[in-house]
T-cell receptor, first 115, second 115 residues
Framework: AQKVTQAQTEISVVEKEDVTLDCVYE???????LFWYKQPPSGELVFLIR??????QNEISGRYSWNFQKSTSSFNFTITASQVVDSAVYFC????????????FGTGTRLTVIP | DVKVTQSSRYLVKRTGEKVFLECVQD?????MFWYRQDPGLGLRLIYF???????EKGDIPEGYSVSREKKERFSLILESASTNQTSMYLC??????????????FGPGTRLTVL
């Protein structure tokens, strides 16, 4: 069965600090996909990134970067020079190949950036 | 831009009432999903549909049913609302195919309170 663990329930940082959100997953699938979503206070989940299991290259997009390591089953997300607008709940998700592009979500990490 | 809309942002119902939550997407996506989000539990899949008139149970289908009569619309039905169904309900849609596992696009959510 799929499992996604986001051990950090809440994190607070001061603006401009770097912060890393951890995501550890379990799956027996040889092919799988990992996702990160952001849920700002407005409530709507916003897609950030998708990564497939064959692509272990790290990705950088502006202040955001992702570190995918199959050896440790982790897909961590780093925000550099955090800003108040980064305050949100962040979810890591894993593909559930039972059908229809199902996703299995972690419990989320609430990030608060203090000005 | 993909747009997923939900009929209400906030809803208050009484125990025993029949409740309909409506979701509409405008991008011709095959797959649609209903989740509920509760503090500390993340997003849990209630039902999903990969085609018109098709539906599959997710992880927590008890107490819920769904209807998909048209491709763009996916309804969640609480036949007899109970207080433990007080939650945030999120609808999502995604495209099938392309040899990949496509991201889901989410609506703004409906916060349902059952008194």
């Amino acid at each position: 069965a799929q499992k996604v663990t986001q051990a950090q329930t809440e994190i607070s940082v001061v603006e401009k600090e770097d912060v890393t959100l951890d995501c550890v997953y379990e799956t027996r699938d040889t092919t799988y996909y990992l996702f990160w979503y952001k849920q700002p206070p407005s409530g709507e989940l916003v897609f950030l990134i998708r990564r497939n299991s064959f692509d272990e290259q790290n990705e950088i997009s502006g202040r955001y970067s992702w570190n995918f390591q199959k050896s440790t089953s982790s897909f961590n997300f780093t925000i550099t020079a955090s800003q108040v607008v980064d305050s949100a709940v962040y979810f890591c998700a894993l593909s559930d190949l039972s059908g229809a592009n199902n996703l299995f979500f972690g419990t989320g990490t609430r990030l608060t950036v203090i000005p | 831009d993909v747009k997923v809309t939900q009929s209400s942002r906030y809803l208050v119902k009484r125990t025993g009432e029949k409740v309909f939550l409506e979701c509409v997407q405008d991008m011709d996506h095959e797959n649609m999903f209903w989740y509920r989000q509760d503090p500390g539990l993340g997003l849990r899949l209630i039902y999903f549909s990969y085609d018109v008139k098709m539906k599959e149970k997710g992880d927590i289908p008890e107490g819920y049913s769904v209807s998909r009569e048209k491709k763009e619309r996916f309804s969640l039905i609480l036949e007899s609302a109970s207080t433990n169904q007080t939650s945030m309900y999120l609808c999502a849609s995604s495209l099938t195919g392309g040899g990949s596992y496509n991201e889901q696009f989410f609506g703004p959510g409906t916060r349902l309170t059952v008194l």
